[in-house]
């Protein structure tokens, strides 16, 4: 099934950003790719993603993202989890969307854990310990 795969697609690619392997990453992401953060601040294009990457990389050696729940919705994929880091402010818990096209990651956008954040993604019900 085409969900199974993206959601396999994702999961590979974070192992990635967890291993800080860059190869891997360059490789996953299409051309057009596109990085979303927190504040809705942009980056476009593969190579721009990269550089950016290295950048947080550099900044955050021991940054991991740890999922919790995963959803597949067609191309869309949902993310329920927790970060760990040793800088606080990126230690805690995350929501993320993907979006999968051609066995390649063609958006990664990262959301506080907010109500109306699980709610923009279907993740309304979704509690916390």
């Known amino acids: 099934m085409q969900m199974d795969r993206n959601t396999t ?4 690619f974070n192992g990635f950003i967890n291993a800080r ?7 996953m992401m ?5 990085f979303i953060d927190s504040a809705n601040r942009q ?13 947080f990389f550099a900044a955050f050696p021991d940054y991991q993202n740890h999922f ?9 994929i949902v993310i329920m989890g927790r970060t760990s880091c040793s800088d606080a402010r990126l230690d805690g818990a995350a929501l993320w969307s ?27 019900g979704s509690d916390r310990d």
């Open 21 to 27: 392997d860059i190869e891997g990453l360059s490789a």
């Open 30 to 34: 299409t051309d057009d790719h596109i």
């Open 43 to 55: 980056v476009v294009g593969r190579v721009d993603c990269i550089r950016a990457w290295k950048g």
């Open 9 to 12: 697609v994702v999961s590979r």
């Open 68 to 76: 919790e729940h995963v959803s597949a919705h067609v191309e869309l």
């Open 98 to 124: 993907a979006r999968v096209r051609d066995e390649q990651v063609s958006e990664w956008r990262v959301f506080e854990d907010t109500v109306s954040n699980r709610k923009l993604l279907g993740l309304a």
